[in-house]
Structure formats: C-alpha cells, structure tokens
C-alpha cells in the first residue's frame, strides 16, 4: 500500500474501483484488419470509472479516498501521484507486480468514432485482503462508490461492508452485466445506471459529494446539480482533464 499521512481518517467519499491509463491515438479513420496507418495526435490520460468519479468528488471538495490496485510500474507510480495531486488519499492504492496497471488503448477517427481495446490488468487483483485492510476507512466514511471493472464479488463485498456500518452507498453497475446478484440491491442506497464513461462519472462522482456534504438535500435536487457539473465536464476535452473544481463552478450549486 502506499502511504499516507494520517491512519484511518474519516473521509467523506470513499470509492473502491478501477483505474485505467489511457492511451489515447487520433487518426484520419480507423484501422482495418491487419492496417498500419499514421495518426496525428496521442496522449496518455487518467480513467477508470472508480478512479474518475473519485477525480470528481475531490474537486468539488470531498474528503476522498480511493480503494484500488495498480501494477509496480510507471503507469502505476503515474497514477498514484495523480491521486496525491488531486488530494486523495493513496493509503488504500495498493500495488502489485503480478499484472501491470490497467490500460485502455484507444483509436479515435476524425467523426469521432472509436476502437476501444481494454486490459483491466492489476484492477481484477483487488482482492478480500485489500477491502480488509480498508474497512475501518469504509465504515467510516460518510459515502461509499463501487461500480464493475473490478471483480463483481469484490464491489458487493464492499457495498456489504458499508451498508452494514450505516454508510450510505450508490452503486454504479457500469459496464453492465448479466445475472447481477440480488444482493446489491438491498446493499445499495442509490442505484445508479449509466454505461457512459466521462460525463457519467462526472455526475456520480458528483452526486458522492452532494450525499456526504448535503445529506438532508432532497436526492432529485442533487441529481439535478451532478447533472449541471457533468454538463460542464463535457464541454473539455479528455475524461478527468474535464471534471471541473469547486471554484470553477457557480457558487449557487454549493
């Protein structure tokens, strides 16, 4: 794990999920079967959905933590210093040298279409141990955030341990499943679909922050302002690079 700090702080939104590094090519079109081609642009981004909607709420001002597992390479070294810049805390961001960090290859044409080409690497290694080694700081948060691009018996597991200590919880069951357990239902308090990475993070992230910040607010109204935030994720390029901060934002939504 890496380090921080304090020892088991309380933190307003903890989130156990996923990162991904982005790797991000634009060219003319895209690739057929078998094409070399040049494009005219690359960068490399921060994702993974758990990760963006950490990203989100720490901006607005939420004491977050994140919950996840990152390989022992540079990717990973990246993404822990991305979390540290953001101010979240990296005491529960463990990493592993038996998979490398989560990467998304991404190949982007002038419409705007896309090929996506996922390997969730260390994400699917977030084990029993790690939620173990967390669970103080999960019981004592003021909202918990899982979703599925770890392993769907580690974000119920979490959900459990959550709502069992009286944390409030919403789930994001994003990319979608078959056949999702029954007991996430009953272990979530806000159920929230949407498949759409970017400006749905961006209002779950969001609606995190208005749960552990503004708890008698009525969840429409909410809803309602995470909706005016994500709107504003979307009119900047890049996934976290969009999410907007506090003070970037009317201060009526606050």
């Known amino acids: 794990m890496s380090n921080s700090p304090s020892a088991t702080a309380v933190h307003d939104v903890v989130v156990v999920g996923s990162c991904m590094t982005d790797l991000v090519s634009f060219a003319p079109r895209l690739p057929k079967p078998g094409e070399t081609i040049h494009g005219h642009k690359f960068f490399i981004g921060f994702g993974g959905k758990g990760a963006n909607q950490c990203i989100q709420a720490a901006r607005l001002g939420a004491k977050a933590a994140m919950v996840c597992k990152v390989g022992n390479d540079t990717f990973g070294e990246n993404y822990i210093e ?16 038996e998979a490398s960090t989560g990467v998304a290859s991404i190949t982007v044409n002038d419409d705007g279409q896309n090929e996506i080409v996922i390997v969730a690497g260390a994400n699917l290694l977030l084990n029993s141990e790690d939620l173990e080694q967390a669970s103080n700081a999960i019981r004592c948060a003021k909202v918990v955030v899982c979703q599925l691009e770890i392993q769907t018996a580690i974000s119920l597991e ?7 200590a009286g944390v409030k919880t919403i789930f994001n ?12 239902y009953k272990k979530t308090d806000v159920f929230c679909c949407n498949e759409t990475e970017g400006a749905g993070d961006s209002f779950v992230g969001a609606l995190a922050f208005y749960m552990a910040h503004y708890p ?33 934002l009317p201060q009526e939504l606050f």
């Open 82 to 97: 991305n979390f540290k810049s953001n101010g979240i805390s990296t005491e529960y961001v463990a990493q592993t040298s």
């Open 158 to 164: 979490a959900l459990k341990i959550a709502h069992d």
């Open 173 to 184: 069951p994003a990319p979608a499943t078959a056949d999702l357990d029954p007991d996430f």
């Open 216 to 248: 008698c607010m009525e969840l429409e109204e909410m809803s309602r302002r995470a909706c005016d935030i994500a709107t504003v994720s979307i009119q900047s390029q890049g996934t976290q690079t969009s999410y907007p901060s506090r003070a970037q």
